[in-house]
């Protein structure tokens, strides 16, 4: 008789030592924000510092991140004049590229468009640093779906140079 109670026993505590603990904390489930009222701020007071500056000739360095072909992730150099994108060069080998590759990112007031979308589409996660002195973008992380794999982009915008 007490041979079948210790083989309970030991099969008792042998599966328990075998199963996951129950008692694990709740999973956290990500809500988005009801308001986004500090990004949209900086938002607004850099587009607006931006255009103060009424810069229409420059040229700047891009590079995307993204889940996409990768010729369009190579860094590239782009030109805007009077407000219109005159060239856009691969940085290194200097060749043109296939400007519908940046089509949506050739210009600085194209980049504050794709955040300004990104708010109005209440992103997930929204992270933009602006340059302090002429206030465009140096720097656009967006993940629009935290469910969703393959939906981010980061961009960085760097060395922008005034032209004549």
């Known amino acids: 008789m007490r041979l079948p109670i210790a083989i309970t026993a030991i099969l008792v505590a042998f599966l328990g ?8 904390p709740p999973i956290q489930v990500s809500q988005k924000p009801t308001s986004n009222s500090f990004a949209l701020e900086q938002f607004k007071s850099n587009s607006r510092l931006w255009r103060q500056k009424n810069i229409s000739n420059y040229r700047y360095e891009f590079t995307r991140s993204c889940f996409c072909f990768p010729k369009a ?11 219109v994108t005159t060239s856009i060069t691969y940085k290194y080998s200097k060749h ?3 400007t519908g590759l940046f089509e949506k990112y ?3 007031p194209k980049l504050f468009n ?5 708010l109005i589409q209440r992103a997930d996660n929204l992270t933009v640093q602006y340059n302090p002195t002429l206030g465009y973008p140096t720097q656009i992380n967006i993940d629009y779906d935290k ?4 939906d981010e982009i980061f961009i960085t915008i760097s060395n922008l140079q005034q032209i004549k």
């Open 96 to 98: 043109p590229v296939d």
């Open 106 to 108: 050739n210009t600085i």
């Open 73 to 83: 992730t190579e860094p590239v150099i782009i030109e805007v004049r009077n407000g």
């Open 114 to 118: 794709i955040i300004r979308n990104a």
């Open 147 to 150: 469910q969703r794999t393959d």
């Open 17 to 24: 030592l075998s199963t996951p603990v129950i008692s694990q």
